[in-house]
C-alpha cells in the first residue's frame, strides 16, 4: 500500500499547489485579504505532503518492494542501503520527484520564515511557485508516474547502474537540484515583484538568502561533480565543457550575476530591472539544463533512450514559464522605475562591469553549447563545438572579470576616484607584475592564458583580504568575511587550474611487475597484478609502490573492474594526493608480450581547483548566514524601538 | 531604457525554442557520413585476411565495372543481421569486396564459415587505417564504387531487406 | 558525471572484449620519444572527436577506433606532418564534425563572431547607462 499512498501524497500536494494558486490569483485580483491569510498553510501543507510522497518513494526503495516498476527497473535487493536510497532518484521518475519535492519544501519554507515581504508580493511570490509547481506536477502524474505497479511482481530488480554506485554520483543530482530549485524562488519572487510593481531594496534583500543559498548548492554541485568526472573517469581531465556541464554552469553564472546584483539593489536601489532578468534568467538556465540532460536532445541517441514525448512536455513546461516570465517582464518592467543613479568609478560600477561580463560569458557557453544543434537544424552539416572554442572565447572575458573582482570590493559604493583605487591596490598589482615576471623567466611551456590566470591569482590572492586593512576584524560583519573567502577562493581555483593545464606530466608505458617509472620526482614501480573480488564485480589490480623524492613510499592500487551483470568495465584510477599535487595512476588493458598498459599523471597543484570550489561555497554560505543574522537583529531591533515607544 | 529592448529576452527565448523544438522533432541519427563520397577511392592495400580470398588495394575496386565494399567484423552484431542481405546481393551478381575490420583471421574465417561469405577478396585492417581514409566510422558499412574507383555512396549501418533494392539501383546507376 | 553516460553508452554500444583481444596500434597506448612531438600530438588529439562515442575527445577514449585514431595522429606527426596538416586530413575524410576546434567558415561564422558581438553589446549597455546618468544629473541640476 506504500506505493499507493506516495501516489495519493502526491495528488493531494498537486491539489494544494492548485488550492494555493487559486487563493493568490483570486485573492490579487478581486482584492480580497482575508483569502490571503490561508496561503501560507496551504503552502505548507504542500511541502509536507510532497516530502511524505518522495520519502514514500525512498521507502519502497530501502524495502526493495518489486511490485513496483521504478525500484524492479532500478534497484536489486543485494545492494549496499546507501545506493537503495540514491537509486530513488538515480532514475528519470525519482529525479523529478525529488525536484518537485524540493520545490514544494522551499515554497513551504517561504511561507514559514519570510516576514519581510509586503503581504501582496509575499502572495504573489507564492503564486507564482505553486504556478510552476503544478506544471512539474502534471507531468510526473500524466507522464511519469514514479508509483506506477508492475505485474506480475518480478523476483529481482535489474540493478543500477554499477557507475552510478557511488558515494559522489549518489550525492550530487540533490545538491545540484538543491541549487537549481532554490533559484525557483528567485524566479518566483521576480515574477511575484513584476506583477506587483514592487521592486526595491526591500525586495531584495528578501530574496538575497534564497539566491545566496542556491549559489551555495550550485557551487558544491559542481565543484563536486568536477571532482568525481576527474576521478571516476579516468582521464584526468576535471572540465569538459561536455553539454551536460555546461548545463549545470550557466545556472551558475547566473544566478553568481544576480547575486552581485542583488547586492546593488538592495544597497543603491539600483538595476531594478536587470536584477528581475537575471532571476528569471536564473532559473531559466536550470530547467533548460535540466531540460537539456533530460530530453536528450544534445546526447546521442547512444547515451540515452531518448523519449520525445517526455521531452516535449517538458519543453511545453518551458515555453509556459519561461516565456510568460519574458512576456511579463516587457510588460511590465518599463512601469518599474529604474532605481537610483550611478558613476562609472564606483562600487556600484564595477557590480555593473562583473554583471555585464558574466553574462557574456554565459551567452558565449549558451551559443556554444546550442550552436551544434541549431547548424543541424538548418543544414546537413555537423560540427563540434569543445574546449578550444569555449577556452578561447570565455577565458579572456573570465580574466577580466577576476581583474575587476580584485578591484570592486575596494572601491567604494557612490563614487570613488580610480587615482585613489590605484593607490589602494598598489600591492597586488605590483605582486602580479612580479609573478607575471617570474613565470615568463622561469617556465618554459605555459600558455597565455593559464601564465596571465597565474599572474593575475597571486594578486587577487592578496587583494580580496584587502576590505579588512584597517578595520576593526572583530567588528566586521560576517558577509564581508563571506565575499573575503569566496574571492579567495577563485584566485585558489585559478591557480589550480592554470597549474594543471600547464605543468601536468603525462607518461604512458607498457610495464611488466618490477618495472620503474620516473615521473617529474616520483618513481613508481610497478609490483605485482593480481585478481580481486568485490560484491558485484571481479577486477585485475595492478599493486604499484610510488616515492616521492625520498620519502616514505606509499602503496596504490589501481583497478580495471568487471561488472559482471552489466558486462561492462571500469577503470578505478588510483590517486595519491600530495601538499602540492596529485598523482593519478591509471591501469589498461595487456598486451601480448604480457605487459600492462599504465597512464601516469603528475598534477601539481590540481586540488587546488576543488579546495577553491569548496572556499568559494563556504564564503557564499557565510554570507548567507551573516545576512541573515544581520536581517534578523535589525527585525529585533525594530521591535524593540517599537516597544520602548 | 527602450521598449522595444525589453522584448529582446523573449525573442531570443523564441528562437531557442525553435531550436530545440526542431531538435526534438528532427529523427536523430547521429550518422557521420563521409566526406569521401563523389572522391576517387584513396590509394591502400590490405593483406588478405583469409587464407581462400585474395587482398585487397584500391586498384581492384576501378575495374570498370561498380562494386560495392562492404566494412565488417566478426564480433560485430549488425554485421550477422547484413549478412542474408549480402548474400542476396551477391546471388544478384554484384561484386563485394570486404574489409575486415580489427580482427583475427580465426574469428573471421568462423565468422565467414557460419554466416556465409559473399566477398570476391577480403583485406584485413587491423588498425583502422583504411577505413580512416574512408572516411567510415564504424562497422557495418557499405560503399558504393563505381567503374572508375569513385565512390557514389555510403551505407551507414546494416543493410536491411528494405535496403536491397536501392543499393542495386545506386549500383545499376553507377556503371 | 557527465560524460558518464557517454562511456556507459560506449561500452554497451560495443563488445569491448572482443575487439581487445587485438593488440592495439603501436601509438595508441604509447608516447613519442620525442616530447615536442608529444606535446603537439596530445594537444592535437584532446581536439579530435572520438568517432564511436559521440562526445568525447579521442585522448579520453578507451573504444579501440580511437587508439587507432591516436595512433594514426602520432605516427604523422612524428613523420613530420603538422598537427593542422592531421587534423584537415581527417577533416577532409569527416567533416568538421571530427574537430572541437571549429574551423572559421560560413556556417560557423557566426559562432566565432558571438563573443565579439556580446562584448560590445556588454559595453555598449553600461556606456548608455553611465552616459544617460550623467545626462540625468545634469538635468537635475
Known amino acids: 500500500m506504500i506505493a499507493e499512498a506516495g501516489l495519493i501524497a502526491l495528488w493531494l500536494a498537486a491539489s494544494m499547489a492548485f488550492l494555493q494558486f487559486a487563493l ?35 521507502w519502497l526503495f530501502v524495502r526493495s518492494d518489486m511490485s513496483v516498476k521504478l525500484v524492479v527497473a532500478n534497484s536489486v535487493a543485494i545492494k549496499p542501503l546507501i545506493y537503495k536510497i540514491s537509486g530513488a532518484w538515480g532514475n528519470h521518475e525519482g529525479s523529478m520527484l525529488l525536484w518537485i519535492a524540493i520545490m514544494g519544501v522551499a515554497g513551504a519554507c517561504i511561507g514559514i520564515f519570510e516576514r519581510n515581504l509586503k503581504q501582496k508580493t509575499l502572495v504573489t511570490t507564492l503564486g507564482a511557485q505553486a504556478f510552476i509547481s503544478i506544471g512539474f506536477y502534471a507531468y510526473l502524474l500524466i507522464a511519469s508516474n514514479p508509483f506506477e505497479r508492475i505485474f506480475p511482481v518480478p523476483a529481482d530488480g535489474q540493478g543500477l547502474n554499477p557507475l552510478l554506485q557511488d558515494i559522489g554520483l549518489a550525492l550530487h543530482p540533490p545538491t545540484l537540484y538543491i541549487g537549481y530549485v532554490g533559484l525557483s524562488i528567485a524566479f518566483s519572487f521576480a515574477v511575484g515583484a513584476m506583477i506587483t510593481r514592487d521592486v526595491g531594496p526591500e525586495f531584495a534583500k528578501a530574496m538575497r538568502p534564497w539566491v545566496l543559498g542556491a549559489w551555495v548548492f550550485l557551487t558544491l554541485g559542481i565543484t563536486a561533480g568536477s571532482y568525481w568526472a576527474y576521478y571516476e573517469l579516468g582521464w584526468g581531465g576535471w572540465w569538459f565543457w561536455d553539454p551536460v556541464e555546461n548545463a549545470s554552469l550557466m545556472p551558475w553564472l547566473a544566478a553568481t550575476a544576480l547575486l552581485h546584483s542583488v547586492t546593488v539593489l538592495a544597497t543603491r536601489d539600483g538595476l531594478r530591472a536587470w536584477t528581475l532578468m537575471l532571476a528569471v534568467v536564473a532559473f531559466s538556465m536550470s530547467m533548460i539544463g535540466t531540460f537539456l540532460v533530460r530530453s536528450g536532445v544534445l546526447t546521442s541517441v547512444h547515451a540515452f533512450a531518448v523519449d520525445p514525448e517526455r521531452g516535449s512536455f517538458i519543453l511545453a513546461l518551458l515555453a509556459i514559464y519561461i516565456g510568460g516570465a519574458m512576456a511579463l517582464f516587457a510588460l511590465r518592467v518599463g512601469s518599474v522605475k529604474e532605481g537610483s543613479q550611478f558613476e562609472p568609478v564606483s562600487r ?31 543544414s546537413d552539416e555537423m560540427i563540434s563545438v569543445g574546449p578550444p572554442y569555449f577556452n578561447l572565447a570565455t577565458g579572456p572575458i573570465a580574466l577580466i572579470l577576476v581583474a575587476i573582482m580584485a578591484a570592486g570590493p575596494l572601491l567604494r559604493w557612490r563614487r570613488d576616484s580610480a587615482k585613489a583605487l590605484l593607490n589602494r591596490i598598489s600591492i597586488p598589482v605590483f605582486l602580479t607584475a612580479a609573478a607575471l615576471f617570474a613565470l615568463v623567466l622561469f617556465t618554459t611551456s605555459m ?27 572583530r567588528r566586521t560583519p560576517m558577509h564581508t568575511y563571506g565575499m573575503i573567502i569566496a574571492h579567495f577562493g577563485i584566485a585558489v581555483a585559478l591557480v589550480g587550474m592554470a597549474s594543471e593545464t600547464s605543468f601536468t606530466e603525462e607518461r604512458l608505458v607498457a610495464a611488466t611487475p618490477g618495472d620503474e617509472i620516473l615521473v617529474n620526482k616520483w ?17 585485475l589490480e595492478a599493486r604499484v609502490t610510488a616515492q616521492y623524492a625520498d620519502e616514505t613510499i606509499h602503496e596504490i592500487a589501481p583497478q580495471n573492474r568487471m561488472f559482471a551483470s552489466a558486462q561492462m568495465q571500469t577503470s578505478e584510477a588510483a590517486l595519491l594526493t600530495r601538499w602540492n599535487g596529485q598523482l593519478y595512476v591509471v591501469l589498461g588493458d595487456s598486451d601480448e608480450q604480457g605487459r600492462w598498459q599504465l597512464r601516469i599523471w603528475w598534477k601539481p597543484f590540481v586540488t587546488l581547483i576543488w579546495y577553491g570550489g569548496v572556499l568559494i561555497a563556504l564564503g557564499g554560505l557565510l554570507a548567507m548566514i551573516g545576512r541573515l543574522r544581520r536581517a534578523s537583529h535589525q527585525k529585533k531591533q525594530r521591535a524593540y524601538a517599537e516597544a520602548m515607544i | 531604457m527602450n521598449r522595444w529592448l525589453l522584448w529582446v529576452p523573449l525573442v531570443l527565448f523564441g528562437i531557442f525554442f525553435a531550436v530545440v523544438a526542431a ?3 528532427r529523427p536523430k541519427d547521429n550518422i557521420i557520413e563521409s566526406k569521401m563520397i563523389g572522391k576517387p577511392i584513396p590509394e591502400f592495400v590490405l593483406p588478405a585476411a583469409i587464407e581462400q580470398r585474395p587482398a585487397l588495394s584500391q586498384a581492384d575496386l576501378a575495374t570498370g565495372k561498380p562494386q560495392l565494399l562492404n566494412i565488417f567484423a566478426s564480433w560485430c552484431v549488425p554485421c550477422i543481421a547484413e549478412a542474408p542481405q549480402l548474400l542476396e546481393l551477391e546471388r544478384a551478381g554484384v561484386q563485394i569486396n570486404g574489409i575486415a575490420s580489427r580482427d583475427t583471421p580465426q574469428d573471421i574465417a568462423n ?23 574512408l572516411g567510415s566510422s564504424g562497422v557495418p558499412e557499405t560503399f558504393v564504387i563505381d567503374g572508375n574507383g569513385k565512390i557514389v555512396h555510403q551505407h551507414v549501418g546494416d543493410i536491411r531487406k528494405e535496403d536491397v533494392p536501392a543499393l542495386l539501383e545506386i549500383l545499376e546507376s553507377a556503371g | 558525471m ?10 554497451l554500444a560495443a563488445p569491448v572484449a572482443a575487439q581487445n583481444a587485438l593488440p592495439a596500434a603501436p601509438y595508441a597506448h604509447q608516447q613519442l620519444d620525442d616530447p615536442v612531438q608529444e606535446e603537439k600530438a596530445r594537444s592535437l588529439m584532446e581536439e579530435l572527436r572520438c568517432l564511436k562515442c559521440q562526445s568525447q575527445s579521442i585522448a579520453d577514449s578507451d573504444a579501440p577506433m580511437a587508439g587507432d585514431m591516436r595512433s594514426q595522429v602520432r605516427e604523422r606527426i ?3 606532418a603538422t598537427p593542422e596538416e592531421v587534423r584537415s586530413w581527417l577533416i577532409e575524410r569527416y567533416g568538421d564534425w571530427v574537430t572541437y576546434n571549429p574551423p572559421v567558415n560560413a556556417v560557423t561564422g557566426p559562432l566565432w563572431i558571438a563573443p565579439i558581438v556580446l562584448l560590445i553589446l556588454a559595453i555598449w549597455l553600461a556606456r548608455g547607462r553611465f552616459r544617460r546618468r550623467k545626462n540625468n544629473q545634469k538635468d537635475a541640476s
Open chain 3, 78 to 80: 612524428a613523420a613530420g
Open chain 2, 111 to 133: 565468422f565467414l564459415n557460419r554466416w556465409g561469405n559473399p566477398y570476391v577478396r577480403i583485406g584485413t585492417d587491423m588498425r583502422s587505417i583504411v577505413q580512416l581514409e
Open chain 1, 447 to 473: 600558455s597565455v592564458l593559464p601564465l596571465v590566470g597565474m599572474a593575475l591569482a597571486a594578486g587577487i590572492a592578496v587583494a580580496s583580504f584587502a576590505p579588512l586593512w584597517k578595520r576593526n576584524l
Open chain 1, 348 to 378: 556600484e560600477g564595477a557590480l555593473v562591469a562583473n554583471n555585464l561580463l558574466l553574462s557574456a560569458i554565459l551567452g558565449i557557453v549558451f551559443i556554444g553549447t546550442l550552436y551544434p544543434l541549431f547548424v543541424e537544424g538548418m
Open chain 3, 2 to 11: 557527465t560524460k558518464l553516460f557517454a562511456l556507459i553508452a560506449l561500452l
Open chain 1, 24 to 58: 493568490s490569483a483570486i485573492g490579487l485580483v478581486k482584492g480580497q485579504d482575508e483569502l490571503f491569510k490561508a496561503i501560507r498553510p496551504v503552502a505548507i501543507a504542500q511541502g509536507v505532503l510532497v516530502a511524505i510522497s518522495f520519502l514514500l518513494l525512498v
Open chain 1, 523 to 539: 618513481k613508481i614501480k610497478f609490483e605485482a597484478i593480481e585478481p580481486v573480488a568485490g560484491p558485484n564485480w571481479t577486477a
Open chain 2, 23 to 25: 531538435g526534438l522533432i
